[in-house]
């Protein structure tokens, strides 16, 4: 039965604020985008069309496909208000610049929600123009196939739509929606959907040009409706000469009703596109009274228009009447709801070319009013394109630079195209303004010293004031990206603190309207101290910056900020708390709908390696690959040596140790990095030291380590390890002594120091120490599940475990082949019955014993005095009835205590 809800009807539900949602990049979304257009008085309703329209939704896509004006918009418009259909109309207008994918599905997700069809929380809004998570259609595609009944999206002006992207991400939801969506498509132009897959499965239908085109009996009515009676003849030759042609019969229409003799007019009309903008241009433009012609001239030049900024235009206040009048009369201008129009595409171009013939130099001089009208009214995007097409970059500059938009360069929606364009920007353009957009756009593209040279031009010979408040905290904002880049931490704390104190010249309302200028900036500050290792600082800079609330620029600040923040968790030895961090960040960009190709890659890296500690090394090239698809890979100096780190350990893994060094020793400088990284420098030494024990030459590891400098915990395990390797146990504890025990805590340096004294004990001929020692080692690494410390560890690992299968049984998440072929544990059928329940504390004190730690160490452990472990070991055997610590284990086991 069809759906009579509100939910169902085009009209129903329609916001009555024309601004219903901000896009992630800031702009506004016009519900207008969302309206069914209206029908005018003249239309010409045809049963056979709306028939088709009906009878295609037994199909997924309808496609209505014709030349411009052949009236497809009007004609599904009319079907879609009047026609009985299975579910709710959703109507999207295309514009240019739709083409985006980001812009795309953004504007599809809001026009779903603007007809009140629900949606899922994990489809999320795209954050870019240029791309889009390709798991959003496929999201969108499962709710929607869920549904009772189907949503009827129509896609109206789709010619638009020129993107490979876009086209296959649209064909995947038509395809993976089932039976919760029909879609209508209207173009002038063939959609670059796969149309001879949908014809041979007969999931189309299809309405063409011939389709569209009036018969002599609607030509007929359409005349009579404009108020003109002709003969028979005269219809048949029309509609014949025109071809029915819908544009062509109402210009015909509407040209003769003026006519004294109407039939010999329309029989002396000569068709043709050139005649067709003569007819326009004489016949139409100059039937109008001055005042409608002039403003039809001079909104020529805008893609929509507002009857005030019509009034900006013309000068005058009459812009609501005539635009209204237009409207009525159907004279090439579409209402779009709440005051705003648009004329007909081709009726503007050929009034473009009027206007500059008849008024030379007025084209000018009218963008510059539009981008003045649309900058008082919030509108900066479209502001800064009509002020650069009159040729003012100065003051387009100088508005990104007071509104405090040079965020909108660097992340969001607008980026791409702010950049492209601000690309345009002749060189003689200049002022501090100018200046800090190419410091910008500079930046964006990983260029530090051109940009900083840009900076200095900003800042120049003219006085400190001259570019005002904003401009200067611009300029602030934009050292310290630069400083990120350039790896310097002072400088950007200098930067930050000089931006931090302009913040407060600046008026509160308009620092408020660009939260993400503040996250971008603790972003880049956070970063350069990571780079510097100011692991304190750094993470409270980046947790600062992840609390910044405002849009998706800002959420692609937290997402960078938080993939850093488990960075620093995985440098400090904590992959559980890096893990987390690393998640949030991936869960962040897709929350907000960040592309892929936008990801800053420390997240997916962060994962990676933690895989790879994990022996999962399926899952870290999986990660690997994700990260070096993000927006850092190649530029980036985290990321750069994360990802040559993380190549070099899978290669290792895959024993091509050569191959391993080529790729630390080419992430040694990495540009644009000035200063180096002493972490970074660490982490490649620490690589190639395992390199050079991979290939056998312990001396050289020893000697890497001791040129790349460092006394961290983990260059005391590595030496140790080459120590080892060369045959000296002693050597190998003495260098882990030197160590404070704090600093040996963290999980992923714990599990490796305790695996070294293990075997340095083995071949020190102490193996009861060797088994406590690699108990130990087992239990800190069975919270993280780091099996690949005891992969690399050696055989020596496998053989302790034969001797002792004991100490396996609780750690099934080891590597199969090193528990392959250990005994089985008892039956526990045959263990004897708990004569009482274990205590918390005694429970505590058996899983210690089970970890081989002795009596001191579990008191210490605890916090107990010794003769109170004794108490309670006591207490265990008796219980257990055991007689020795061994077997109280093995029985604990048996009865799955342990």
């Known amino acids: 039965m069809p759906d009579s809800s509100a939910e169902r009807r085009p009209g129903a539900g329609a916001a009555a604020d024309p601004v219903t949602r901000s896009l992630p990049g800031g702009d506004p979304v016009l519900a207008a985008r969302f309206a069914v257009p209206p029908v005018p008085a003249t239309f010409v309703r045809r049963a056979r069309l709306a028939e088709r329209l009906s009878a295609g939704l037994h199909h997924p896509l309808v496609l209505v496909n014709g030349p411009a004006g052949a009236g497809k918009t009007l004609l599904v418009a009319d079907w879609a208000a009047a026609a009985p259909l299975p579910g709710p109309v959703v109507w999207l207008t295309l514009e240019r610049g739709d083409d985006a994918p980001g812009v795309f599905w953004a504007y599809l997700l809001e026009a779903l929600r603007h007809r009140g069809v629900p949606l899922p929380d994990d489809v999320a809004d795209p954050a870019r123009a240029a791309e889009v998570d390709r798991a959003l259609p496929a999201r969108l595609a499962a709710h929607l196939a869920g549904r009772d009944t189907p949503v009827v999206l129509v896609l109206d002006e789709f010619e638009h739509v020129t993107s490979p992207a876009v086209a296959a991400g649209l064909d995947g939801l038509l395809r993976h929606a089932a039976g919760g969506l029909r879609l209508v498509l209207i173009s002038r132009d063939e959609p670059l959907l796969p149309l001879h897959r949908y014809r041979a499965a007969g999931d189309i239908a299809e309405l063409r040009g011939t389709d569209l085109a009036f018969t002599v009996d609607e030509t007929g009515v359409l005349l009579s409706r404009h108020g003109l009676s002709l003969s028979a003849p005269g219809v048949r030759a029309l509609a014949r000469r025109t071809e029915g042609w819908a544009a062509g019969l109402r210009l015909c229409a509407l040209a003769a009703e003026s006519a004294d003799d109407p039939e010999a007019y329309l029989g002396a009309f000569e068709a043709g596109h050139s005649t067709v903008a003569d007819f326009l241009l004489a016949e139409v433009l ?13 909104t020529s030049i805008l893609e929509r228009t507002h009857t005030g900024l019509a009034d900006a235009l013309t000068g005058r206040r009459d812009a609501a009447r005539i635009l209204g009048e237009l409207r009525h009369a159907n004279a090439f201008v579409t209402p779009l709801g709440h005051d705003w129009y648009r004329q007909h595409t081709l009726f503007a171009e050929i009034l473009r070319v009027h206007l500059r013939a008849r008024h030379p130099g007025l084209e000018q001089e009218l963008h510059l009013r539009a981008a003045h009208w649309l900058h008082r009214g919030g509108r900066l995007a479209d502001a800064l394109e009509h002020a650069a097409a009159a040729g003012e970059w100065e003051l387009a500059a100088s508005w990104l630079v007071d509104d405090l938009a040079l965020g909108h360069l660097l992340a969001g929606l607008d980026a791409a195209r702010l950049n492209g364009l601000f690309a345009a920007m002749p060189e003689e353009a200049g002022g501090p303004a100018v200046e800090l957009v190419r410091a910008a756009r500079a930046l964006a593209r990983w260029d530090a010293d051109r940009g900083l040279a840009h900076l200095d031009r900003a800042d120049g010979p003219a006085p400190a004031a001259a570019g005002g408040a904003a401009a200067r905290l611009g300029g602030a904002f934009l050292r310290v990206l630069a400083a990120r880049l350039l790896g310097s931490a002072d400088m950007a704390e200098n930067a930050a603190e000089t931006a931090a104190g302009l913040e407060r010249a600046v008026p509160e309302e308009r620092l408020r309207a660009h939260p993400e200028l503040s996250a971008l900036l603790l972003a880049e500050l956070g970063s350069a101290q990571l780079w510097e290792g100011r692991f304190d600082a750094a993470r409270a800079s980046l947790a600062a910056a992840a609390e910044v609330p405002g849009g998706t620029a800002r959420a692609a600040a937290r997402h960078e900020s938080l993939g850093r923040l488990a960075l620093i968790d995985l440098l400090l030895g904590s992959p559980g708390r890096a893990e987390a961090h690393a998640r949030e960040a991936v869960a962040e960009a897709e929350r907000c709908g960040l592309p892929p190709s936008a990801h800053s890659g420390v997240g997916h890296l962060v994962l990676a390696e933690v895989a790879f500690d994990r022996d999962d090394l399926a899952a870290a090239r999986a990660g690997l690959e994700r990260a070096a698809a993000g927006a850092g890979a190649r530029h980036d100096p985290l990321v750069v040596v994360g990802l040559s780190v993380l190549r070099a350990r899978l290669l290792l893994a895959g024993g091509d140790t050569c191959a391993a060094l080529a790729v630390l020793a080419a992430a040694e400088h990495p540009a644009p990095a000035d200063k180096p990284s002493p972490w970074a420098r660490q982490r490649i030494a620490l690589g190639q030291c395992a390199a050079h024990l991979a290939g056998g030459d312990p001396q050289a590891a020893v000697r890497m380590l001791s040129a790349a400098g460092g006394e961290g915990p983990e260059q005391a395990v590595a030496a140790a390890q080459a120590h080892l390797a060369a045959g000296d146990a002693r050597a190998a504890v003495t260098a882990l002594d030197a160590v404070p025990a704090g600093q040996l805590r963290p999980p992923a340096v714990a599990v490796r120091a305790l695996l070294v004294r293990a075997r340095a004990a083995s071949a020190c001929g102490d193996p009861a120490a060797a ?5 130990q080692a087992l239990a800190a690494a069975r919270p993280d599940r780091l099996r690949r410390p005891f992969r690399e560890a050696g055989p020596w690992v496998r ?27 008892d039956d526990p059928a045959a263990a004897p019955p708990v004569v009482e329940r274990l205590s918390e504390r005694e429970h505590d004190v058996l899983v210690r014993v089970a970890q081989m730690m002795s009596t001191d160490e579990i008191a ?20 257990l009835c055991a007689t020795r610590r061994g077997e109280a284990v093995r029985r604990a086991r048996q009865l799955h205590l342990l």
């Open 799 to 825: 053989r302790l475990l034969q001797e002792r299968p004991a100490l396996a049984r609780p750690h099934g998440w080891l590597p199969r082949d090193l528990l392959a072929g250990l005994p089985r544990p």
């Open 286 to 298: 100059e039937a109008q009274p001055p005042e409608t012609q002039d403003l039809l001239l001079r």
């Open 771 to 775: 088994h406590r020692l690699l108990a």
């Open 860 to 879: 210490a452990d605890l916090h107990l005095s010794v003769n109170t472990v004794k108490t309670h070991l006591k207490s265990i055997n008796r219980k």
